[in-house]
Nanobody, 115 residues
Framework: VQLQASGGGLVQPGGSVRLSCAAS????????MAWYRQAPGTQRDVVAR???????NYADSVKGRFTISRDNAKSTMYLQMNSLKPEDSAVYYC??????????WGQGTLVTVSS
């Protein structure tokens, strides 16, 4: 299984960005998946997760601002990030949930929220 996160970049506070996670080597519907993030000097934390039945769960810090979704036909997962704050700046990774089932983390995609 290979997972590739993309879509990050420099965004102004209050702005939006949509991250994508393309999965290869696996059927897109057989795993619970999650978005994680890691800011410099901090541990990697889960931001949002989605089950095979598309039940979602969010970290308190992003509730109401981020939306996780998946397109099983395309083996792709998304994270729509709105009302971004500087504290959302981090490298964002996609992987299986729970993290003990995680595959290789890869490079992730960097989101920088700054004016």
């Amino acid at each position: 299984v290979q997972l590739q996160a993309s879509g990050g970049g420099l965004v102004q506070p209050g702005g939006s960005v949509r991250l994508s996670c393309a999965a290869s080597g696996v059927s897109g519907s057989i795993y619970s998946m999650a978005w994680y993030r890691q800011a410099p000097g901090t541990q990697r934390d889960v931001v949002a997760r989605i089950s095979t039945g598309e039940k979602t769960n969010y970290a308190d810090s992003v509730k109401g601002r981020f939306t996780i979704s998946r397109d099983n036909a395309k083996s792709t997962m998304y994270l729509q990030m709105n009302s971004l704050k500087p504290e959302d700046s981090a490298v964002y990774y996609c992987n299986e949930w729970p993290p003990q089932f995680a595959k290789s983390w890869g490079q992730g995609t960097l989101v920088t929220v700054s004016s």
